[in-house]
């Protein structure tokens, strides 16, 4: 089986020989080319080459973009600072205002452009073998950083009380399909860096509707990264990296109702023994339902050493370490 159809089968949860890794590789993407993380996502070419790259050096299953959820933010107006080679929103929008731009003028703002470009070159290059996934930031978490806003502590009984919320989800729609025709794999809807209650999950999830049924219209995978909960995890869950409480629903929004689950790996992963056997013996448990890994953050070079990196990607990337 290819890596292609490895990770679509599981993640419409299919069953497979081993569930595929598809990491968020954070820093890891300036590691092989050196050039600084703002200018790697300034310029296409340096931005589907550092994809294209790092997966080279680490050779996981699947590439993921960048997980930065200012790039929307910018896109709609907001002003990006760049401090300690990282994006920082500086400047944000009052609640009485729209969204600078939306719809088609979103997809042309800021460094949205260079990576739908570079989402493009890595598909027609490199996408014949390998499956790429972008990332959009999700309705809630750009409307809370565009605003500055918790989202929880708006009335969502209602999303329809939330100001300017239509204006961004129908942005993100356009966003998905500028995407779709650049030929990725998948699209991945991050909103993971909000809290909600179980109440309030259920009060917003309609509006993930419209946005997923035209990922589906496009044949295209799609993952979830849920809101946290405000809950406790299972002590299991917490051992093997849901430290947060969140969980990825990959393709569970398609028509036919089957999905898998995403098992994010923390840091510790990647050095400790123990935390191996209770990743191994869980994903066991739920062999056969549509499992993959992912990690539980963007991984870091300060703190995520390459070696101890690239031994364990080989090790849980082969079928041998999955046969039980």
Known sequence: MSVKDLVKNALRGRKVSRPPLLPFIGTYLTKVDGHSLENTMKDPGLLHHALRNTKQLLNFDGVVMPLDTTVEVEAFGVPVNWESGLPVIKEYLPLTSAPLNDGTMLINQGRLPVFIEAARRFSQVEGRNIPLFAVVTGPLTVWSKLYNQNIEDQSIESVKDIPHLDIIVQSIITLCKEYAEAGVDGIIINEGSITLSNEDVTSVSGIYKPIFNVINHFNLLNVL??????????????????????????????????????????????????????????????????????????????????FDLQDKIEKITSENYWRI
């Open 225 to 306: 990264i849920n809101p946290k909960q405000d809950q406790e995890v299972p002590p299991l869950h917490t051992a093997v990296g849901a430290s947060s409480g969140i969980f990825l629903d990959g393709a569970n929004h398609n028509n036919n109702g089957k999905g898998s689950i995403g098992v994010p790996l923390h840091d510790d992963f990647w050095v400790d023994e123990e935390d191996e056997e209770l990743i191994h013996r869980f994903v066991s448990d739920y062999k056969g339902k549509g499992l993959f890994l992912t990690t539980n953050s963007p991984l870091n070079q300060e703190e995520v050493n390459l």
